[in-house]
């Protein structure tokens, strides 16, 4: 986990997400805590629990990217799941605990591979090793007592250390590539063991599936294949066993228990008081559900026991219809940050589709630089796509910043549709294109509605 200072950290998110500094500022000082809490004796370090935060605003103005930029900064174990998901009709309360158990699998995943990758080079030449096995093979071990019939028999004489040098010097300058040899790989085709319950895997304390494949014999196909695909295969093999997996597992429940953020997404959607009949599940049942994970509560996951005391949790929603105060009042007591992010106009916009490391309008000209196209965006032109933002989500519903896709894809539509087959190379969008290809469909309310 890198150790950002909260002004390094919101420095960094400038880099992607226009405005909302109140936002920024907040989930900074949280992440810093954490670097402040892994300082002190271990026993207060226990007693310091994470300041959770509530983003609240409307779709489109950046909460959860400022979440999703959060966790690549720092390196941490991030998992994005929306509070709807626990209310859908069939699941009585779904089991909550699943968003741990789904954050510890994408940690040890991304461990996994990372050493993977840092053993390549040991796999490597492993893999090196095996080719020219099969390229030059050993000679066979005598058997018998040493009074066989055959013992007259001429042995066949073992490769002299030169040729195999020789072989070796031919392999890695690439001279071997196109040989073909057999070999035995892993057959993919091999049936799977299915697991069906009434209350899904999450409810099951073992991971049966995982466990009764482990009995079931590892299939293998003899294929021939080119040395250098052989080499790609054997390469990955050997540094899948070059992994240790014990460390992988308790370094993603340290890493989880001490540095994971999960993104609560929509729980504006299970707060208020339950008002309809029917088989939706209770919303109030479902913050009920999420509140001692959030307080901090053991889960056991099929790596090992997680505790949740340490993770930060953010959650947003656009409260239209509840407010935050519509929380029960122990989860309210849990989330005691809350930050209002802002609208976006037409200023935001214009800095949103020019300013940032991704910007859109800086994708679609290296998109389309990709077919020797090269496009330019005057500055009325970017500004008058603000305008119409602004002015498309106020007459239709207002969707933020992600009103810009729709905008950006419509405008160019032409354009990326005949890139290829193009006579001018270079293309100028100014606002008179933007005009004329966009005002007829903003003017006209009811087809806006169906195609921006």
């Given at each position: 986990m890198k150790d950002l200072k909260p002004r390094e950290i919101v420095t960094e998110l400038d880099k992607y997400i226009i405005g909302q500094n109140d936002a920024k500022k907040s989930v900074a000082i949280a992440l810093r805590n954490r670097w402040r809490r892994r300082q002190l004796e271990p026993d207060l370090q226990e007693e310091?629990?994470?300041?959770?935060?509530?983003?609240?605003?409307?779709?489109?103005?950046?909460?959860?990217?400022i979440a999703r930029r959060l966790a690549n900064l720092t390196d941490s174990p991030f998992y994005k799941v929306e509070a709807s998901k626990f209310t859908e009709?069939?699941?009585?309360?779904?089991?909550?605990?699943?968003?741990i158990r789904d954050l510890v699998e994408l940690t040890v995943n991304m461990l996994k591979a990372r050493q993977q990758e840092s053993v390549q080079e040991k796999a490597a030449r492993i893999a090196e090793e095996r080719i020219?096995?099969?390229?030059?093979p050993p000679p066979k071990p005598a058997t018998g007592f040493g009074f066989s019939d055959d013992a007259d028999e001429p042995k066949e004489p073992a490769p002299s250390p030169a040729t195999r040098e020789k072989l070796r010097s031919m392999l890695k300058k690439g001279k071997l590539d196109e040989r073909e040899v057999d070999l035995d790989v892993a057959d993919k085709s091999s049936p799977m063991v299915e697991i069906f319950s009434n209350t899904g895997m999450?409810?099951?304390?073992?991971?049966?599936?995982?466990?009764?494949?482990?009995?079931?014999?590892?299939?293998?196909?003899?294929?021939?294949?080119?040395v250098k695909e052989a080499i790609k295969i054997i390469t990955q093999e050997e540094a899948a066993h070059l992994v240790d997996m014990e460390r992988v597992k308790s370094d993603a429940i340290s890493m989880v228990e001490q540095s994971g953020i999960i993104f609560i997404d929509e729980i504006d959607k299970i707060a208020g008081k339950?008002?309809?009949?029917?088989?939706?599940?209770?919303?109030?049942?479902v913050q009920r559900d999420l509140l001692p994970i959030v307080e901090g509560s053991s889960v056991p996951t099929k790596y090992g026991t997680v505790k949740t005391d340490h993770i930060l949790f953010i959650a947003s929603g656009a409260f239209h219809v509840s407010k935050?105060?519509?929380l029960i009042p122990e989860l309210q007591g849990r989330f005691p940050i809350r930050v209002e992010l802002n609208s976006l106009g037409a200023k935001e916009f214009t800095r949103i589709l020019t300013e940032p490391k991704n910007a859109l309008v800086l994708q679609y000209i290296a998109l389309l630089r990709t077919e020797g196209v090269e496009v330019a965006f005057t500055q009325d032109a970017v500004e008058k796509i603000a305008e119409i933002a602004v002015e498309v989500n106020e007459t239709t519903e207002n969707i933020g910043a992600r009103r810009l896709h729709t905008l950006m894809e419509k405008l160019l539509e032409e354009i990326l549709f005949q890139a290829p087959d193009v006579e001018d190379p270079k293309i100028t969008i100014d606002a008179a294109f933007v005009s004329e290809q966009l005002m007829d469909i903003v003017q006209n309310e009811d087809l806006s509605r169906y195609i921006l």
């Open positions: 310091i629990a994470p300041k959770n935060i509530i983003l609240i605003g409307p779709t489109g103005v950046g909460k959860t990217e009709v069939g699941y009585v309360g779904r089991d909550v605990e699943s968003m020219l096995d099969i390229l030059l999450e409810e099951m304390g073992i991971n049966l599936k995982d466990m009764l494949g482990n009995f079931m014999p590892k299939n293998t196909k003899r294929r021939k294949l080119k339950e008002k309809s009949q029917g088989p939706e599940v209770s919303k109030e049942g935050p105060s519509d």
